[in-house]
RNA sequence: GGCUCCAUAGCUCAAUAGGAUAGAGCAACGGUUUUCUAAACCGUAGGUUCCAGGUUCGAGCCCUGGUGGAGUCACCA
């Protein structure tokens, strides 16, 4: 495909050469497209040009104007205003866009590159379903595979899964001490959520616990010694839970001897942990299913937890790292505006760095990585700028390849998600409610298709997640995600619908539209069209899929008017019609694609 | 308190690389249907882009200072 923005670049540049005798890169100019309210298709912007040729804009502007009017038959006419000039194309030149895109059903990709991408994303703990934030962790991560894998690379889908560790011991031992032998079975309960319900369960028990020992002479004695002057005593105690938890409470001493014998290969505890992730796993599935989602590679913390020793061992060998006299071992990170981190504790066990240091390494040299991509929320900012940065200190080769695809907290709007307050929306619930919304709607209407009320439901709850850029926390409104008009999944499900509806009655015999003089709107339907494998090279760079998704709806507002206005089968002429369904079919052709690019998928009715 | 990020219409969000009169949707109000399915279209109203300076032909965007909010600052993950 031809790039016009570039073609009216250089001939800018030449136009300058000839008129001013001064020799300008055609990367000097600006070209947009034109302002709906002016006449014209591209604007050539000249202010930046004015001091290099010492004229002014709308005097540079006009010169070209008349240059590329005289010199490029693609320019029908040019109008100056100020330092703009807008350039009015010829029908030839449009019905050439048309033929060229009809020519290439690739036309909407980017170019392709080719490099090795790993995308990790989701990576749950083991000890609750997943929740409304994991949905904007998995819709992020899933997009922009897509995305980058229409740039033509490679990309391999992975997930790292917190399955060890305090939080599914408590979940184990709730399950011991009061389960009686329960299962999801027995309980018809969703897998995921029956372990969650034993973690609240623990909870429940622990905070009942220390309720009561808050009451106890020893609790009483506590208070007494240890409380500051202005402080409340139901303050103190809420600061003291999690000491409490770990010095005095019975069952957080048996959680935590759970995670002794895991640790220690204790056959039983591992049968256990074995047993209650394997549930949780299924129920896990279900949900990624549900989403539309799969993973090449699963790793697991129980499996990585003790990697990256090795890469500290060599660290301190080159002195890229320091050991303290307790033995700790540390990163000095000064350099690269950050602090001191600890990389191995002083009992020699590993922190979470350590691990992630570890798992990095291996998935270089099990998919031979260029670039990895972290779908990981904004309160790890400074996790991965230390992460990276110790890369960079390593020499990793992999280490410029390393992206932390941050993004912001989804908040309700009572405020932020509270586990402890129940306010925290649970994935599956989610699915359930929005597709139950579109079933209201869809009755209304007569359609009773499951699988369309189901397509229809997702994509309102993915498109209204998915459109807002990624690194800005958002509002998530419950009442607004399952509406089906304006600016939503479904408004562009429903462009798609009405052409495939047209498409459907026009046949498949196809003629000429030859010498078919396109009106404003398909000028600029096609300029739309256009655009769209920038719009994706630029999500891809930027790591943003919601410019996908804001570009598909502009490009499906831009169709409901066309498609209120003109008629395609009663067409004032057989090259109108004939002209038309092409551009409707490629029109079908981009919603279609840059819909799968957010996970969305497309009705053929509703 | 240090560091980082954010602040745009009543609400949720846009705004190419610094480009023209800051745009959409929702909510409100008013219109459009013997239709290629109205999950649509058109219109009205709604703005000191948090504040004060600066840079420049031009600033929502860049710089300085401030205000408000969020995150983070563990031998947690």
Known sequence: MKDITKEIESAAAEAVKEIYQVELSPGDFL?????????????????????MLHQAPHQIAAAIGAYMQQNRSWVISTEVVQGFLNISLSTDYWTSVMD?????????????????V??????????????LGHIRNILLGWSTYKILSACGHDVHRVQIVNDRGIAICKSMLAWQQFGEGATPQTTETKSDHFVGDWYVRFEKEFSAEYKAWQQTKEGQERFESLKSEDKPEAEF????????????????????ELLLKWEDHDAETLALWRKMNGWVYEGFNETYKNLGVEFDKLYFESDTYLLG?????????????????????????????????????????SVYMTQDLGTAQKRYEEFDAQRMVYVVADEQNYHFQALFAIMAKLGAPYA??????????????????????????????????????????????????????RRIGMAALKFFIVKVDPRKRMTFDPKASVDLQGQTGPYIQNAY???????????????????????EDEKLLLNLL???????????????????????FALAKEYHRYYHDIKVLQAESEVAKEFRLVLINTIANILENTMDLLGIEMPERM
């Open 237 to 256: 105690f809420k600061g003291y839970k999690n000491f409490y938890f770990n010095a005095h409470s019975s069952l957080g001493r048996q959680a935590r």
């Open 309 to 349: 020793k090795d890469l500290i061992e060599d660290g301190i060998k080159r002195e890229v790292f320091y050991k303290k006299d307790d033995g700790s071992v540390w990163v000095d990170l000064t350099a690269y505006g950050l602090d001191h981190k600890l990389l191995l504790r002083s009992d020699g066990t």
């Open 530 to 552: 256009g655009q769209c494998r920038h719009i994706i090279e630029n999500a891809a760079k930027d790591y943003s899929p919601a410019l996908v998704a804001n570009y598909a």
């Open 100 to 116: 060229e895109i009809k020519a290439h059903p690739d036309f909407w990709k980017p170019a392709q590159a080719k490099e090795k």
């Open 118 to 131: 790993l995308v990790e994303f989701a990576s749950p703990n083991t000890n609750k379903p997943l929740h």
């Open 497 to 519: 619908v009405r052409i495939q509806s047209i498409l459907r009655r026009a046949g498949d015999e196809r003629k000429s539209y030859e010498g078919y003089a396109l009106n």
């Open 400 to 453: 410029n390849g390393l992206y932390h695809l941050s993004y912001g907290m989804v908040d309700l709007p009572e405020g932020k998600m509270k586990s402890r307050e129940g306010t925290v929306i649970d994935a599956d619930d989610l699915m359930a409610d929005v597709i139950e919304e579109a079933r209201v709607a869809a009755t209304d209407r007569e359609m009773t298709d499951s699988e369309v009320i």
């Open 31 to 51: 070209v947009t497209s034109t302002k709906k309210e002016h006449k014209g298709d591209y604007t050539l912007v000249t202010f930046a040009v004015s001091k």
